[in-house]
Nanobody, 122 residues
Framework: QVHPVESGGGLVQAGGSLRLSCAAS????????MGWFRQAPGKEREFVAT??????STYYADSVKGRFTISRAKNMVYLQMNSLKPEDTAVYYC?????????????????WGQGTQVTVSS
């Protein structure tokens, strides 16, 4: 099993940056693909970014491409968010997918963190 725990959320002005961190415990962490998702009030949870078990493949939602960067090292996964917009405001979740390949499908993720709030003011 993998147990993701997110940190790094907060309040930032539009145009600013934040880096989210996800600490994932578990002996098999290195074999999991990892992803970031977000959920805004009244909306469904949506895909943001994913990285394969090796770090060799990454995919992004069109809405964040060119602004966000996902990376991983040891037992950590990061989401660097630049040029933030008010529409990026949401609770951000880190999740682990056992198949190992980068995937944007929520159903592929078995383990989820509790989420961290990101608020972007205009």
């Amino acid at each position: 099993q993998v147990h993701p725990v997110e940190s790094g959320g907060g309040l930032v002005q539009a145009g600013g940056s934040l880096r989210l961190s996800c600490a994932a415990s578990g002996r098999t962490f290195s074999s999991y693909a990892m992803g970031w998702f977000r959920q805004a009030p009244g909306k469904e949870r949506e895909f943001v970014a994913t990285i394969s078990w090796s770090g060799g493949s990454t995919y992004y939602a069109d809405s964040v491409k060119g602004r966000f960067t996902i990376s991983r090292a040891k037992n950590m996964v990061y989401l660097q968010m630049n040029s933030l917009k008010p529409e990026d405001t949401a609770v951000y979740y880190c999740a682990a997918a056992p198949l190992g390949g980068a995937t944007y499908e929520i159903r592929d993720y078995d383990y989820w963190g509790q989420g961290t709030q990101v608020t972007v003011s205009s």
